[in-house]
């Protein structure tokens, strides 16, 4: 049984900085993708970062040079390290993992925490 458990949302102003974290266990796939996701009120879900299982990383052009994502293998433990906020990142986060490459299609991921929030005031 695939668990993913995010956390680490909080409230910040502009310019700030936090770290969401996501515990994985059960996930036993050589070939894998792991993600974070969000959505905000009123708008569609949204890729933000992967992780290939071959160590690279992608992202979202808004984001790229602000957000780093990485993986703990020893922790079993995902990171979105996320600085230079702005209001336009508010929103629930989620973690996501799926077998096969990274995409930013959603429904290729079978497996998704519940969900942290992220508000930043300007």
């Known amino acids: 049984q695939v668990q993913l458990v995010d956390s680490g949302g909080g409230s910040v102003q502009a310019g700030g900085s936090l770290r969401l974290s996501c515990a994985a266990s059960?996930?036993?796939?050589?070939?894998?993708?792991m993600a974070w996701f969000r959505q905000a009120p009123g708008k569609e879900t949204e890729g933000v970062a992967y992780?290939?299982?071959?160590?690279?990383?992608s992202y979202r052009d808004s984001v790229k040079g602000r957000f780093t994502i990485s993986l703990d293998n020893a922790k079993n433990t995902l990171y979105l390290e996320m600085n230079s906020l702005k209001p336009e990142d508010t929103a629930m986060y989620y973690c996501?993992?799926?077998?096969?490459?990274?995409?930013?299609?959603?429904?290729?991921?079978?497996?998704w925490g519940r969900g942290t929030q992220v508000t930043v005031s300007s």
């Open positions: 059960g996930y036993r796939y050589s070939r894998y993708c």
């Open positions: 996501a993992a799926g077998w096969g490459y990274c995409t930013s299609a959603s429904g290729a991921y079978n497996h």
């Open positions: 992780y290939d299982s071959d160590g690279s990383t």
